[in-house]
DNA sequence: CAGGTGTGTGAAAGCGCTTTCATTCTGGTG
DNA sequence: CACCAGAATGAAAGCGCTTTCACACACCTG
């Protein structure tokens, strides 16, 4: 920067304006200083540019597996929407460890990030603590809370199991059933399953008959998962898969079975990942906000790094059900 | 860290060196400045110590997208490989452009990193040359060059698309068919495909009834794909389709077509994803080496990283195929 | 025309570490 | 016992930027 500076004529300073904040600069060193980094070739530094100014226009991004399409929706629309900010995501994940989460958060801190994005709304009390301390924008998401750190965007997982309950009971199921994966890493599965116990129950419903899956949601796992359900339950008329994965299972493995779906068995998924729609007979899911979830985390992160605003808050981005032949 | 070595009663330089190289330092002003960092919760700044050692302990890792699930196995195999290492992964997403790559490239660089990853072995030259002048170890990914920009660990493409014909043959396939997607900008499909018709012709094949799909890889595609593929010549009896996704749309549009699969229509994909094994019938794919390539990579940094090789070169993990019902 | 206001620029003091070089202190060696 | 190699430590000079503060200059006002 010094050898820019030398060239154009001009101190370190004004080089510096120039490429953080080109409008305070006059127009014509501006040209000058483009013309000096053109001919140097000049890079610039920005892991100084991070130490002299104490932050660094990168944005922390934690999420729980990056094999889980889910989140890659999110991801890939938050990319979008922050393009043209000059924010660089750093992406860690933490295969849905609370501990790995906290030591992913303090290294991420001492990057001195502009401002962090976290999945889900349970974290270690010293994780917290350190974000707290921190005092960067903190956006939690895929969840709400009454209590965010500072900001959280998403949906009610219990809501999503509430709504599949009422779309069986619509079509005249009898007798329920649920295939959940990793249940007890992945509390988000869990409270789908809640919200569709609890509203199955006072629906006057017998309690679902519960496969849970102590692996990843996987096809091969929604597959042996029906076919233990229905040797539990032969009686069984629909069943909700905790994610659409588990769901196209299910679905193979009703074929296998000879169980006509939705006559027989109907089945709905979670997620409306891409092969939804596509799926014989086409799978009834519920549609997280996915890109939404993203969209609106720029927006928000973007709005409070200019400093226009400043409130934390929730913000519930709904699901959508959308039935389709399967159920 | 100045407050830690007052505390501690030794100089800012012995505080650095116990975290940097514990061994060099006596056990004894270690654990004295092990328990004054605890006292003082000091976190340290990692950026500072990136700009005076002029390297951070982070690895840039680019690839084409963020969905395509066929990376995250190598990412989280790199990540397992590289755990406990100290190196942080940073990630980035082209969206399959290689002018976006050579953006994040040159960002990734300002940040001093100690090595890159990249996927595939066509990049802009002026990437390459951004490369070339970091000094650091560079990894490609996915393929295989004889003149990689330093080193490069997959397999070939090509060899993937004779791989299926010859399985084809075997199962004595009459007419050939193929969908591929993106091929366009996936010029990793675009070898496949090439290696499928190539070897079909010389095996006294008639060209191949090809479908080109516009966008990704999707189910949806898949289906679309298969029908227009039927519809242009119902006498096809083997579909190589480039990707597990677009197969398993194939495979639901078999049944909507009333296909008997495999007897009336043999359908290949290619990725082994999970639900492969899964699907009714259960795909034939040929399987990559997504986890091994992660951890051959992981091994190569480690090992380039302490010093202890400097040779580039380029590994060929090889692919196998997983014969199952759908052929 | 004095006084105020605003804009653009430069000097220089850091940001919080790492690392070189010099120094001190051990314990062995001839 | 003088000498030396080796280990452990400290002083201090950066790493390459950003940003505060001061200053110069133009432009308005009454």
Not at 137 to 163: A, N
Request: aromatic residues 6%.
């Amino acid at each position: 920067m010094a050898d820019v500076a030398r060239l154009a004529g001009v101190s370190t300073a004004t080089v510096s304006r120039a490429l953080r904040q080109p409008e305070i600069v006059s127009p014509e060193m501006r040209s000058r200083i483009d013309e000096a980094i053109e001919r140097l070739s000049y890079r610039r530094n920005l892991v100084a540019g991070a130490l002299a100014s104490a932050s660094s226009m990168t944005v922390g991004v934690i999420i729980p597996s990056i094999i889980n399409s889910f989140f890659a929706a999110t991801i890939e629309a938050l990319e979008e929407g922050m393009a043209g900010s000059g924010y660089q995501l750093m992406l860690g994940n933490t295969g849905y460890s609370p501990e790995v989460e906290r030591q992913l958060v303090s290294s991420f801190l001492a990057w001195s990030p502009a401002a962090m994005v976290l999945t889900g709304r349970r974290h270690e009390s010293e994780t917290v603590r350190a974000l707290l301390m921190s005092r960067i924008p903190v956006l939690e998401m895929w969840e709400l809370s009454d209590h965010p750190v500072d900001m959280i965007v998403g949906f009610s997982h219990r809501s999503v199991g509430q709504i599949v309950l009422r779309h069986f009971a619509e079509r005249n199921a009898c007798r329920l059933g649920f295939i959940g994966a990793y249940m007890d890493k992945d509390y988000r599965t869990a409270d789908r399953h809640a919200g569709f116990v609890e509203t199955a129950v006072q629906a006057g419903y017998a309690a679902p008959v519960e496969i849970r899956l102590p692996e990843r949601a996987s096809a091969m796992g929604g597959a042996h998962g029906l076919r233990e359900l229905m040797a539990r339950d032969p009686k069984v008329d629909a069943v909700f898969c905790s994610n659409d994965m588990i769901a196209l299972g299910a679905l193979f493995e009703a074929r296998r079975l000879g169980l006509n779906v939705p006559s027989q068995l109907k089945i709905c998924g979670f997620g409306d990942l891409e092969f939804a729609a596509a799926c014989e007979p086409p799978l009834s899911t519920v549609r997280p906000p996915g890109r939404q979830i993203g969209f609106q985390i720029a927006k928000l992160l973007r709005a409070r790094l200019e400093g226009s605003i400043d409130a934390g808050g929730c913000f519930d981005l709904g699901v959508e059900l959308v039935p389709r032949a399967s159920t």
